[in-house]
Structure formats: structure tokens, C-alpha cells
């Protein structure tokens, strides 16, 4: 007996409409942010995850939720959140969960279960992870944000060889905070407490820390691992204006452990990049929306960082790049023209090279006819000093050779010659007065 006709063409629409354009194949990530947008940090492990999401070219939505924990009381506004999302994505249910930082991490940790049952979680920015975090939980991995402060007291070591006093501003107002703070007690502090005066300013306020850090030597460095106490209009102040207020007042190096905090004031430190982790959770998430399972995705526990510096901090406190570990990045370092202008440069380069021969050889040119004139007219002053004796010598001959004519060579007395030119003399005379000559010669034989 055949299908009836009409229930034939209910179940061809179904068909195609369960397999053509208005299928929904599209996956969902959920980005679970303990912070608020316009937090650096946050902003580019959200970036780290959107770029490499989208470079995937797969058909991904992305939906953002902030817990907005650093500026208001995070523990009293959680049920209240997680009632929100319940209601929210009831029926949006995502693929993945991605939580960045400590805050967003335990949040899902209590409220997965009610909240997104089954669905695989990613966490990234985790300070300092231990296995003791995981229990008890499945369908899990991550990417760790392990913070070494030691290597970073070592590096200050490093620059500022005559170190005396650590200083360390932390605190525990959040769960990222409160773990560095611990990691401080535990491993920082009986490292260095018998070589350095270690001071440690926990949940101080900015005037607190002022007064503190004024009585501390010069040689002191500052570690940026906390925040002050101190509110701004119904929140904490972010974690920018912290650092900007205590790095800019304090007379000694202020070292950090996260990149989107240099260039407001600290010097540098061991870096670990927002985008990174970002990156690093989403190509966890990719595995996983293809089909590899969370739990057989090992947590990446080693986290990349780079030793920076900052150019304008540096020249502040008289730190040379000889003083830096080599490889060391120097942000806010003065662009060479060979970076912002290479053809140019290069071609104003080759212009006063070709300038600078031309000139050369011009002075040698000079130089060699200053050279030339001085011998020349050295030669003409040897000439004019012969002619001059030549003129001497012949005048001197004419006038012993007039000598000798006009003389009588034995008895030295004027000589009939010379009687003759004398009479010449005399009778031209008489032509022109017209006057009368006498004449008497007397002739000794």
C-alpha cells in the first residue's frame, strides 16, 4: 500500500529543509570574560580568539559575556549572572565554552552543571595551575598563565646588580590576584628573604604604598603584581590606572609580569601576552568542534613570554641596553630612519656619501694648487734674485770695463780715451749756450 500523497510531500519538505540552506550547521562558541570590555588584558586574549576563530574560515558564531569582576563585588553578583545566562541560552546552547582567567574558570565550575550540561569548557589565563584546580571535572583543558615571579626578581637582579630591597605590591581582592599574592608567600619570599629585605604591600592603599616605598633605600625595586585598595566612583580602579599611579610616583624601577602594563610608567619585566592564551584556547576549541574530545586534549602548561623593556623608563633610571639580558625587546624606542623611511634613508645615505667624495676631492684639488702657487712663487723669487745679482754683476763689469778704457793701466791716471768722452761732453755743451771752449792739452810722453 503506497504513502498517501500529501504525507509524501510533508516529508520531501522536511528533507529539505533539514539538509539545505536553512539547516542550522553553524557552531557556537561562548566567551566567558572575568573582566569588562576596554580591560587590555581581556581585550587581547579576546582578540588572540577571534583572530584565529576567523582564520579558521569555519562557520563559527562567537557570543561574549563580561563578569566585570575587577571593578565591582563579583561574589554577591554570581547568582544573579548565572540566572541571567541561564535564561539567556536556554535555547542557544553553545559547543564550546571558552573561560578566560581564574574568575570566569570558577564560575563555570559551579554553575556548568545547571548552566551548560554537557558542553565541553577551554580555559585560558589561569594563574599558576595545579591538578588539585581540575578535580573532579571532565570534558575539560586549557592553557595555563604560569607567572615566574623568581625569574622576574632575577632579572631585576640582573639590571640592577646593587639590589638590596624587593618590594612586591599584591592583592586578594580576586582570584587572579589572590593567587599571585600566594605564589609570593610561597615561593618568592623564602627564596630571597635571607639575601634581600623582601617588603610585600598587600591590599594597601596608594597613600599607604607612597609612604612605605618613600623610607626604602635606592636600591630598591618595585614588582607590579596586585592592585591598591583604592576606588575610583563605585568601582576599583583598573588595573591601568594602578599601575600609571604607582610607576610614575615611585623613585625606583617597577618591574610587571604582563605586557598590556608597559608603557604606563614600569620599566619592563618577563611578559606573557593576552593574545597568546586567546590564540592558544582557540585552537583547543577548534580540535574539539571537530570532533576531538576535550578530555584527550592535554592543558598546555608552559607559557610563552618575552623579556621587554621600556626606551623612555630606561633613560629615567640611567639603564643601559648593555645592562639588559640579551634578546631583551625595548618598546617606545625611538624609530631609526632606516625603519620608517629605507629607500629614502638609503638614498639620502648614498647622496652625502657622493657628497662627501666630491668634497674630498676638491680639498685635495685646493690643497695641490695652494701647492703649486707656493712653489711658483718660490720660483719667482729665485728668479728675480738671480736677475737681480746677474743686474749687480754686469753693472759692476760695465763700470770696471768704463774704468779700464778711460785709464792708463801704468800710471792709473785718465787716459786719452778718457779725454775724448770729456770733450764730447764739453763741446755739446757749447753748442747749446753758445759760449766760448778753451782748450789746453798738455801731452806727457
Not at 31 to 44: E, L, P, Q
Not at 286 to 298: F, K, R, V
Not at 397 to 422: C, H, M, V, W, Y
Request: glycine content about 6%.
Amino acid at each position: 500500500m503506497g504513502m498517501p500523497k500529501k504525507t509524501a510531500i510533508l516529508l520531501y519538505l522536511t528533507l529539505i529543509l533539514a539538509s539545505g540552506p536553512f539547516a542550522d550547521t553553524q557552531k557556537r562558541i561562548l566567551f566567558i570574560n572575568s573582566y569588562h570590555k576596554g580591560y587590555a588584558w581581556s581585550d587581547d586574549v579576546e582578540r588572540g580568539l577571534i583572530e584565529r576563530v576567523n582564520g579558521s574560515r569555519q562557520d563559527i558564531d562567537i557570543s561574549f559575556e563580561y563578569l566585570d569582576s575587577k571593578r565591582f563585588a563579583f561574589a554577591d553578583l554570581a547568582p544573579t549572572i548565572a540566572e541571567s545566562l541561564k535564561i539567556k541560552y536556554r535555547d542557544y546552547q553553545p559547543d564550546v565554552v571558552v573561560a578566560s582567567d581564574n574568575t570566569a574558570f570558577s564560575f563555570m565550575k559551579e554553575w556548568r552543571a545547571s548552566l551548560f550540561p554537557g558542553v565541553p569548557l577551554v580555559f585560558c589565563g589561569y594563574n599558576n595551575l595545579t591538578a588539585d584546580a581540575l578535580a573532579g571535572m571532565s570534558d575539560v583543558t586549557g592553557v595555563n598563565e604560569e607567572n615566574d615571579l623568581v625569574s622576574l626578581v632575577n632579572l631585576a637582579v640582573r639590571v640592577q646588580p646593587a639590589l638590596t630591597t624587593l618590594a612586591f605590591v599584591v592583592s586578594s581582592t580576586d582570584e587572579t590576584m589572590r593567587a599571585i599574592y600566594e605564589a609570593v608567600l610561597k615561593t618568592v619570599y623564602p627564596r630571597f628573604k635571607n639575601g634581600f629585605n623582601v617588603v610585600i604591600l598587600n591590599d594597601e592603599s596608594f597613600k599607604a604604598i607612597k609612604d612605605r616605598l618613600s623610607l626604602l633605600p635606592k636600591t630598591t625595586a618595585v614588582f607590579l603584581a596586585g592592585q591598591t585598595s583604592d576606588m575610583g566612583e563605585g568601582r576599583a580602579l583598573s588595573p591601568e590606572e594602578n599601575v600609571a599611579m604607582i610607576a610614575n610616583f615611585s623613585k625606583f624601577p617597577c618591574y610587571t609580569l604582563w605586557e598590556f602594563q608597559l608603557g604606563s610608567g614600569t620599566l619592563g619585566g618577563i611578559m606573557i601576552r593576552g593574545r597568546d592564551q586567546g590564540a592558544a584556547a582557540a585552537d583547543m576549541a577548534l580540535q574539539i568542534l571537530s570532533g576531538t574530545p576535550a578530555d584527550s586534549i592535554p592543558p598546555l602548561m608552559s607559557t610563552p613570554a618575552t623579556v621587554e623593556f621600556d626606551w623612555k623608563v630606561m633613560g629615567r633610571f640611567g639603564i643601559r641596553t648593555s645592562d639588559l639580558p640579551g634578546g631583551s625587546v625595548i618598546v617606545n624606542k625611538p624609530d631609526s630612519p632606516w625603519s620608517v623611511w629605507p629607500i629614502q634613508a638609503t638614498g639620502i645615505l648614498v647622496l652625502v656619501f657622493a657628497e662627501t667624495i666630491s668634497i674630498l676631492m676638491l680639498l685635495k684639488l685646493v690643497r695641490s694648487r695652494r701647492s703649486a702657487l707656493k712653489e711658483l712663487a718660490e720660483e719667482q723669487r729665485l728668479l728675480e734674485r738671480r736677475v737681480q745679482e746677474r743686474t749687480a754683476e754686469l753693472t759692476a763689469a760695465n763700470e770696471r770695463l768704463q774704468i779700464a778704457s778711460e785709464t792708463d793701466p801704468l800710471t792709473a791716471l785718465s787716459n786719452r780715451g778718457a779725454f775724448s768722452r770729456k770733450f764730447e761732453q764739453e763741446f755739446s755743451r757749447l753748442r747749446r749756450s753758445g759760449g766760448l771752449l778753451s782748450l789746453i792739452m798738455l801731452d806727457i810722453d
